[in-house]
């Protein structure tokens, strides 16, 4: 397969990077703020389970949890398709950056990708919001 045209979506956080790392990598943190996943989202076994709405159940499975603010998950579809999604947390002077690889999936028309970037940026957005109130 080829390399997929990619986007590097970030925002910048006022709170210490090491406590937005350890609430982005809590999985159970990420139904408050990534819309993305859908509704309902549990843990099941070794993986999370959302309910993707006219979808259906999406599994997501994630990094093993780590020092470094790697927050890289997988998420299957219900036709078996995974994607897999690089989301990092680093140090920005005393605050955090958080960056989300998003990469075009085979297929995808440019406003497809152009609202799947609106969407992550939005989620982004409620990220910082709820780490800085």
């Known amino acids: 397969m080829p390399t997929m045209p990619s986007r ?3 925002i910048a956080i006022e709170r210490p990077w090491r406590d937005v790392a350890r609430f982005v990598l809590d999985p159970a943190n990420m139904a408050q703020w990534a819309a993305g996943l859908g509704a309902g989202f549990e843990r099941r076994g070794d993986h999370w389970v959302a309910n993707g709405g006219p979808i259906g159940e999406i599994e997501v499975r994630f990094a093993p949890d780590n020092q470094f603010g790697v927050a890289d998950h997988d998420v299957t579809m219900p036709d078996g398709t995974t994607v897999q999604n690089a989301l990092r947390v680093v140090p920005n002077g005393d605050g955090a950056e958080v960056m989300f ?33």
């Open 8 to 10: 590097i979506i970030h």
């Open 101 to 133: 690889t998003l990469l075009r999936q085979p297929a995808m028309s440019d406003a497809d990708f152009e609202a799947d970037a609106a969407h992550v940026r939005k989620d982004l957005e409620k990220l910082k919001s709820i780490l800085e109130s």
